[in-house]
Protein backbone atom coordinates (compact mmCIF):
# COMPACT_ATOMS: atom_id res chain seq x y z
CA UNK A 1 0.00 0.00 0.00
CA UNK A 2 0.88 3.63 -0.96
CA UNK A 3 0.04 5.60 1.95
CA UNK A 4 -3.26 7.16 2.74
CA UNK A 5 -6.27 4.89 3.71
CA UNK A 6 -6.45 1.18 1.67
CA UNK A 7 -9.32 -0.84 0.72
CA UNK A 8 -8.45 -2.95 3.90
CA UNK A 9 -9.40 0.36 6.28
CA UNK A 10 -13.32 0.15 4.38
CA UNK A 11 -13.87 -3.03 4.51
CA UNK A 12 -13.69 -2.42 8.14
CA UNK A 13 -17.26 -2.07 9.78
CA UNK A 14 -15.55 0.93 11.62
CA UNK A 15 -13.45 1.76 8.81
CA UNK A 16 -16.04 4.00 6.72
CA UNK A 17 -17.21 5.68 9.75
CA UNK A 18 -13.48 6.58 10.80
CA UNK A 19 -13.11 7.88 7.44
CA UNK A 20 -15.91 10.30 7.45
CA UNK A 21 -15.57 11.71 11.19
CA UNK A 22 -12.14 12.49 9.92
CA UNK A 23 -12.08 16.32 8.54
CA UNK A 24 -12.27 16.26 4.95
CA UNK A 25 -9.04 19.26 4.80
CA UNK A 26 -6.60 16.36 6.22
CA UNK A 27 -4.42 14.83 3.75
CA UNK A 28 -3.34 11.19 4.00
CA UNK A 29 0.53 11.13 5.05
CA UNK A 30 2.74 9.78 2.70
CA UNK A 31 5.32 7.47 3.24
CA UNK A 32 9.09 8.30 2.51
CA UNK A 33 9.28 6.38 -0.70
CA UNK A 34 6.13 8.07 -2.35
CA UNK A 35 7.52 11.41 -1.31
CA UNK A 36 10.54 10.75 -2.31
CA UNK A 37 8.85 9.92 -5.88
CA UNK A 38 7.13 13.30 -6.12
CA UNK A 39 10.18 14.80 -5.38
CA UNK A 40 11.76 13.38 -8.31
CA UNK A 41 9.31 13.74 -10.65
CA UNK A 42 8.87 17.33 -9.83
CA UNK A 43 12.47 18.40 -9.22
CA UNK A 44 12.53 19.48 -13.13
CA UNK A 45 9.80 21.45 -13.10
CA UNK A 46 10.39 25.53 -13.07
CA UNK A 47 7.92 28.46 -11.96
CA UNK A 48 7.39 30.23 -14.91
CA UNK A 49 7.18 34.24 -14.12
CA UNK A 50 3.99 35.78 -15.10
CA UNK A 51 2.35 38.91 -14.24
CA UNK A 52 -0.59 38.89 -12.05
CA UNK A 53 -4.13 38.48 -14.46
CA UNK A 54 -6.06 41.24 -14.33
CA UNK A 55 -9.45 41.60 -13.98
CA UNK A 56 -11.50 42.46 -16.82
CA UNK A 57 -14.63 44.82 -15.95
CA UNK A 58 -17.74 42.61 -16.55
CA UNK A 59 -19.66 43.74 -20.03
CA UNK A 60 -23.37 44.26 -19.73
CA UNK A 61 -25.21 42.07 -22.16
CA UNK A 62 -25.78 43.84 -25.86
CA UNK A 63 -29.48 44.52 -26.65
CA UNK A 64 -30.29 43.12 -30.02
CA UNK A 65 -31.00 46.05 -32.60
CA UNK A 66 -34.42 45.93 -34.47
CA UNK A 67 -32.46 45.01 -37.65
CA UNK A 68 -31.23 41.91 -35.76
CA UNK A 69 -34.70 40.89 -34.28
CA UNK A 70 -36.29 41.42 -37.84
CA UNK A 71 -33.53 39.54 -39.27
CA UNK A 72 -34.17 36.57 -37.14
CA UNK A 73 -38.16 36.66 -37.66
CA UNK A 74 -37.51 36.59 -41.01
CA UNK A 75 -35.06 33.97 -41.67
CA UNK A 76 -31.48 32.45 -41.34
CA UNK A 77 -28.99 31.81 -43.58
CA UNK A 78 -26.96 28.60 -43.43
CA UNK A 79 -23.27 29.26 -43.64
CA UNK A 80 -22.51 25.35 -44.64
CA UNK A 81 -24.23 26.37 -48.25
CA UNK A 82 -26.86 27.96 -49.90
CA UNK A 83 -30.00 27.31 -47.61
CA UNK A 84 -32.44 29.33 -46.08
CA UNK A 85 -35.42 28.56 -43.25
CA UNK A 86 -37.38 31.36 -41.73
CA UNK A 87 -37.44 31.06 -37.95
CA UNK A 88 -41.18 29.84 -37.20
CA UNK A 89 -40.42 26.86 -40.07
CA UNK A 90 -40.11 23.64 -37.59
CA UNK A 91 -36.74 21.94 -37.80
CA UNK A 92 -37.96 18.70 -38.75
CA UNK A 93 -40.05 20.58 -42.15
CA UNK A 94 -36.82 21.63 -43.21
CA UNK A 95 -34.53 18.19 -42.71
CA UNK A 96 -37.41 16.79 -44.60
CA UNK A 97 -37.37 19.36 -47.23
CA UNK A 98 -33.24 18.70 -47.88
CA UNK A 99 -33.94 15.37 -47.41
CA UNK A 100 -35.78 15.51 -50.50
CA UNK A 101 -39.22 13.75 -49.16
CA UNK A 102 -41.62 16.88 -50.58
CA UNK A 103 -42.10 16.31 -54.02
CA UNK A 104 -42.07 19.23 -56.33
CA UNK A 105 -45.08 20.42 -57.54
CA UNK A 106 -44.18 22.69 -60.39
CA UNK A 107 -40.91 23.55 -61.67
CA UNK A 108 -39.44 26.19 -63.36
CA UNK A 109 -36.08 26.70 -65.33
CA UNK A 110 -34.51 30.05 -65.79
CA UNK A 111 -31.58 28.61 -67.82
CA UNK A 112 -30.57 31.15 -70.75
CA UNK A 113 -32.41 33.84 -68.97
CA UNK A 114 -31.40 37.73 -68.19
CA UNK A 115 -31.12 38.62 -64.51
CA UNK A 116 -34.38 40.69 -64.92
CA UNK A 117 -36.52 38.03 -66.94
CA UNK A 118 -35.62 35.23 -64.36
CA UNK A 119 -36.49 37.74 -61.17
CA UNK A 120 -39.81 38.58 -63.19
CA UNK A 121 -41.04 34.71 -63.99
CA UNK A 122 -39.68 33.83 -60.17
CA UNK A 123 -42.07 35.62 -58.78
CA UNK A 124 -44.93 35.12 -60.80
CA UNK A 125 -44.08 31.55 -60.63
CA UNK A 126 -44.39 31.20 -56.84
CA UNK A 127 -47.00 33.65 -56.41
CA UNK A 128 -48.82 31.64 -58.82
CA UNK A 129 -48.10 28.08 -56.44
CA UNK A 130 -49.14 29.65 -53.20
CA UNK A 131 -52.21 28.42 -53.20
CA UNK A 132 -51.90 25.68 -50.76
CA UNK A 133 -49.74 24.87 -47.59
CA UNK A 134 -46.75 24.28 -47.79
CA UNK A 135 -46.02 23.26 -51.62
CA UNK A 136 -42.75 22.15 -52.53
CA UNK A 137 -41.26 23.95 -56.12
CA UNK A 138 -38.62 23.40 -57.70
CA UNK A 139 -36.92 25.90 -59.24
CA UNK A 140 -33.15 25.53 -61.66
CA UNK A 141 -30.85 28.16 -61.84
CA UNK A 142 -28.03 26.25 -62.78
CA UNK A 143 -24.47 26.46 -61.25
CA UNK A 144 -23.00 29.17 -64.24
CA UNK A 145 -20.22 26.68 -64.56
CA UNK A 146 -19.98 28.42 -68.25
CA UNK A 147 -20.22 31.82 -67.34
CA UNK A 148 -18.01 34.44 -67.81
CA UNK A 149 -18.42 35.64 -64.66
CA UNK A 150 -17.38 32.50 -62.56
CA UNK A 151 -20.90 31.98 -61.28
CA UNK A 152 -24.40 32.39 -62.08
CA UNK A 153 -25.84 35.61 -61.65
CA UNK A 154 -29.42 34.09 -62.25
CA UNK A 155 -28.88 32.30 -59.52
CA UNK A 156 -27.53 34.89 -56.85
CA UNK A 157 -30.46 37.13 -58.01
CA UNK A 158 -32.76 34.43 -57.24
CA UNK A 159 -31.52 33.23 -54.43
CA UNK A 160 -31.82 36.72 -52.72
CA UNK A 161 -35.19 36.99 -54.26
CA UNK A 162 -36.44 34.49 -52.40
CA UNK A 163 -35.62 35.48 -49.22
CA UNK A 164 -37.65 38.96 -49.31
CA UNK A 165 -40.46 36.97 -50.56
CA UNK A 166 -42.89 36.36 -47.41
CA UNK A 167 -44.76 33.48 -49.29
CA UNK A 168 -41.22 31.10 -49.34
CA UNK A 169 -40.77 29.68 -46.22
CA UNK A 170 -37.69 27.62 -46.98
CA UNK A 171 -35.44 26.56 -49.52
CA UNK A 172 -32.33 24.58 -50.13
CA UNK A 173 -30.16 22.03 -52.90
CA UNK A 174 -31.98 19.74 -54.59
CA UNK A 175 -31.33 16.00 -54.60
CA UNK A 176 -28.96 14.73 -57.30
CA UNK A 177 -32.28 13.40 -59.24
CA UNK A 178 -33.84 16.60 -58.88
CA UNK A 179 -30.62 19.09 -60.55
CA UNK A 180 -28.28 18.69 -57.43
CA UNK A 181 -26.78 21.90 -56.29
CA UNK A 182 -27.90 23.69 -59.74
CA UNK A 183 -31.42 23.36 -58.68
CA UNK A 184 -33.41 24.64 -55.62
CA UNK A 185 -36.31 22.95 -53.35
CA UNK A 186 -38.81 25.91 -52.46
CA UNK A 187 -41.27 25.65 -49.62
CA UNK A 188 -43.47 28.05 -49.96
CA UNK A 189 -46.63 28.88 -47.59
CA UNK A 190 -50.02 30.48 -47.75
CA UNK A 191 -49.93 34.05 -46.54
CA UNK A 192 -53.09 34.72 -44.88
CA UNK A 193 -54.88 37.84 -45.40
Not at 29 to 40: G, H, N, Q, V
Not at 49 to 66: T, V
Request: glycine share 8%; with cysteine.
Amino acid sequence: MHGGLGCETLSRPDGLKALMTKKSRSRPKLSPEDAELFRTAVSKVHRLDHEPRASQPRQKPKKRSLKTNQRVAEGVTREEGELFYRADLPTGTFRELRQGYFRPSATIDLHGQTVAQAESELVNFIQHHTDFDPRCLLVITGKGSHSPEGYSPVRFAALELLQKQPWVHAYCWARPNDGGTGAFYVLTRKIRS
